[in-house]
């Protein structure tokens, strides 16, 4: 597409989160703006800042991270490139791992972790307020119900604007709900890995966001059949892969990541992508066992 650079997010067209927050259907993710492993500063720090501020100026407004995304790396970095944030820029992370080192994630969805991780996203983005608060994932040596709890407790503090999910079950959205009122859910989800297809029914019925991660799913077989639909629609395959996900259903949120302008240009553009029904139903048809990796 040779008019990526003049495309913004808002050409996806927009969602409201929680009843109170709207915000355009492409955001952007900040894990890769780390180190490799998600681990420590990027290479060049330079183009991680430059990605971020134009991603703003190409209409994102909802920017996706987690503390232990470097860890603290990534959240330090959008304050330190968009700090005073623009109006109506949400920025959402998440709580619930622990980072031994590169590569290395272990669990700790505690209630005592949680309030800390919390209160450590609130200094390092300069907020009084996370407008989007995700437990990162269920914890097996921690009482679901617990978890959940204390971010409750934390809302009801107004630390937390609205409590939200990542890497969960539908069986964990419903007893999540029962406590507080759940606004979004990422789970890793594509056109070629639909194991989430049940919550995203589910996330679209109930009017909550569903932010997908992974989304150009890794089997052989899906790229190539996306590569075919892309050659067809002179857009890149990851182009293709996000107008899947536009076209799948208005509560998919896309938050495709990168720390390269170039790439976060090419990214946006899937937001002017016209996908025929046709190619949307072929592409559907892939499908592969899914890895198991996290957002």
């Not at 492993?37 to 134009?54: I, M, Q």
């Not at 969960?168 to 890793?188: D, F, K, L, M, W």
Request: some cysteine; charged content about 20%.
């Amino acid at each position: 597409m040779n008019n990526q650079q003049t495309l913004t997010a808002a050409a996806a067209g927009t969602f409201t989160i929680g009843g109170d927050l709207t915000v355009n259907r492409m955001g952007y993710g900040a894990m890769r703006i780390t180190g490799a492993g998600v681990w420590g500063p990027p290479v060049d720090k330079a183009d991680a800042v430059a990605t971020l501020r134009r991603a703003i100026e190409l209409g994102v407004d909802l920017i996706d991270t987690a503390d232990s995304y470097g860890p603290g790396t990534s959240e330090e970095l959008i304050a330190e490139a968009l700090y005073p944030y623009s109006n109506g820029l949400v920025i959402a992370t998440k709580g619930g791992w622990e980072r031994p080192g590169p590569g290395q994630w272990t669990h700790n969805a505690s209630p005592k972790h949680l309030t800390e991780a919390l209160e450590g996203s609130l200094k390092r983005l300069r907020l009084d307020r996370i407008d989007v608060y995700q437990l990162h994932a269920p914890d097996n040596a921690v009482s679901f119900e617990a978890s959940i709890e204390a971010l409750a407790r934390l809302r009801e503090q107004g630390k937390i604007r609205h409590v939200a999910l990542s890497n969960v079950t539908r069986e964990h959205v419903e007893r999540a709900r029962v406590i507080v009122p759940i606004v979004s859910v990422q789970n890793r989800y594509s056109f070629a890995d639909r194991e989430s297809d049940f919550i995203v029914d589910y996330c679209e019925q109930n009017k909550i966001a569903f932010l997908p991660w992974a989304p150009l799913g890794q089997a052989k077989e899906a790229h190539d059949a996306i590569k075919k639909v892309a050659k067809d629609l002179d857009a890149t395959p990851l182009q293709i892969a996000l107008a899947w996900l536009l076209k799948r259903t208005k509560v998919i949120l896309p938050i495709p990541g990168t720390s390269s302008v170039k790439h976060l240009e090419e990214n946006i553009a899937a937001a002017g992508v016209e996908l025929p029904q046709a190619a949307y139903d072929k592409l559907a048809a892939v499908s592969h066992p899914p890895a198991s990796l996290r957002g």
